[in-house]
């Protein structure tokens, strides 16, 4: 009996893949759905796309089945495009009809629908607009974003003055740094570097980071449906996330007691000026819920991409200490040593502005961009692909384009220069995505990365704790983001 029980499962499931692989082949080839690996039932094709990996057994994916093909991953079949042409096609040309934003489990879990990230139609529009408008005034006029990221230079490198030479893991004082810009912005203020709720903030953005791009958080990702309802390590993305809001909702409390609409001092302020004005609107975008997840999207956004680029630059100047002084002889023709690096300076610093995109394509810090998703059916080259359904734009593919690239797995600046040692611009460039859904805060997040990395190189050599030979440079994790190894340096003043 118990081997007739046996038989009859195996039957069920094989009946189940049959049918599974059969609607599949209905669904997919020219006219229809893109083609792509037959999915199993439930599991969708998580033999062949590694969450452990998912950028790269992506690409692989591609090598077979073209430019645009499909995966299920878990029971949501994706559209996947690989190369500049089909991600620019998608996102830049018909950027109207790619404007959605995909399915992304955390995100949902998360905001709900709310804030600038994770949200769609109409709420999405207003408050990406307005935020955008609010970043565009410097934090409301007071000062410029340049003057507060060069004020911010000015800690982080007493900061550094302070290790005296010795070995320190960068990690949190980047962290400071960068979420200070964005802090003015949104906050109206900074934070002290040892001031412990900031640093525990910081350390809650980092777990995130890191949490959402391990097996675990890729696998939540692939299986929400079911993950919902089990305890496990993926359930710790979610607290770290809480920590961060209820860091949020704190702030907002503070600025209603002290809000004076006639002369608002940030972010905050003006949204709560906004919800005043809209108080009588039912249908107003700009509520508490909202505010306090826009802000909370502001505030990751503005600290854990840029920060993390930024500390794999460095990562990648101890690699090659040449690079390093090549930089550092620029900035010394350019700027000197008495005052500050400016944006200014960049057009006449080719070498460096090329290392800063250099460092931005290799990392390829978001390799498969945020998932995006059509806004009715559309036909696009020989395929139909169905109202809302998820599309992921392989940007890593435009960013390790051979022809564009040369030898792109090396790390050259020489990809953004002309032969005469000008910089090169390149379409391919496409870091922050394209088109509807690009990065909101790309102009900041560039001016800091800039301006950080040159004041931190007019000042001091950079030098590792082990041979050049023997840093490790591979991602320690990559799923939607690439994650830098750990890694220690001394700071040498000059």
């Known amino acids: 009996m118990l081997l007739l029980g046996a038989a009859s499962v195996v039957l069920l499931v094989c009946v189940a893949c049959l049918l599974s692989i059969v609607q599949w082949r209905k669904r997919t080839g020219k006219g229809k759905m893109p083609e792509g690996p037959t999915p199993l039932p439930i599991v969708g094709n998580i033999l062949e796309v590694k969450p452990k990996n998912l950028a790269k057994t992506l690409e692989k994916l591609a090598e077979k089945y073209g430019p645009v093909f499909s995966v299920q991953l878990g029971s949501t079949p994706v559209v996947v495009l690989s190369g500049y042409e089909a991600v620019k096609e998608a996102l830049i040309d018909r950027a109207d009809e790619f404007a959605a934003r995909g399915h992304m489990p955390i995100g949902d879990r998360t905001n709900k629908g709310l804030g600038i990230i994770f949200s769609n139609n109409e709420g999405w529009l207003h408050v990406r607009r307005f935020a955008l408008s609010t970043l565009r005034n410097f934090g409301m006029g007071k000062r410029s974003i340049e003057e507060r990221i060069q004020e911010e230079a000015e800690h982080l490198l007493e900061e550094i003055t302070k290790t005296k030479r010795l070995p320190f893991d960068p990690t949190f004082k980047l962290s400071c740094a960068v979420s200070n810009v964005i802090c003015s912005i949104v906050f109206g203020k900074r934070y002290d570097y040892k001031d412990k709720k900031f640093l525990s903030l ?112 460095l990562l990648l100047l101890l690699k090659y200490p040449k690079i390093q002084e090549k930089v550092q002889e620029e900035i010394d023709r350019v700027v000197g040593r008495s005052r500050r690096p400016c944006v200014a300076d960049r057009t006449q610093m080719p070498y460096t502005d090329a290392v800063v995109h250099e460092i931005q394509r290799f990392i390829t810090l978001i390799p498969t961009s945020l998932p995006h998703a059509v806004t009715k059916d559309i036909h696009f080259r020989d395929y139909i692909i169905p109202k809302g359904t998820t599309v992921m734009p392989l940007l890593s593919t435009a960013l390790y384009d051979s022809k564009e690239f040369p030898n792109p797995t090396e790390f050259n600046p020489g990809h953004f220069l002309n032969q005469n040692g000008t910089f090169r611009k390149s379409d391919f460039f496409i870091p922050f995505s394209a088109g509807k859904r690009i990065c909101p805060g790309e102009g900041l997040a560039r001016m800091e990365i800039f301006l950080l990395l040159t004041a931190i190189l007019q000042n001091f050599t950079l030098k590792p704790v082990i041979s050049p030979e023997e840093l490790s440079i591979t991602p320690t994790l990559s799923g939607t983001g690439n994650v830098p190894p750990y890694y220690q340096l001394c700071a040498i003043p000059r």
């Open 202 to 313: 910081m350390n809650n953005m980092n777990n995130m980071f890191e949490m959402m791009n391990s097996r675990w958080g890729q696998l939540y990702q692939m299986f929400s449906y079911v993950l919902d309802y089990l305890p496990g390590p993926h359930n710790n993305i979610f607290k770290e996330m809480d920590a961060v809001k209820a860091f949020v909702a704190e702030e907002v409390k503070l600025h209603q007691a002290s809000l004076d609409p006639s002369a608002p001092q940030d972010f905050i302020d003006c949204f709560l000026s906004k919800m005043q004005e809209e108080k009588d609107n039912p249908k107003s975008h700009f509520h508490m819920t909202n505010l306090i997840t826009s802000t909370f999207d502001l505030f990751i956004a503005g600290t854990e991409t840029t920060s993390t680029t930024t500390r794999y630059g």
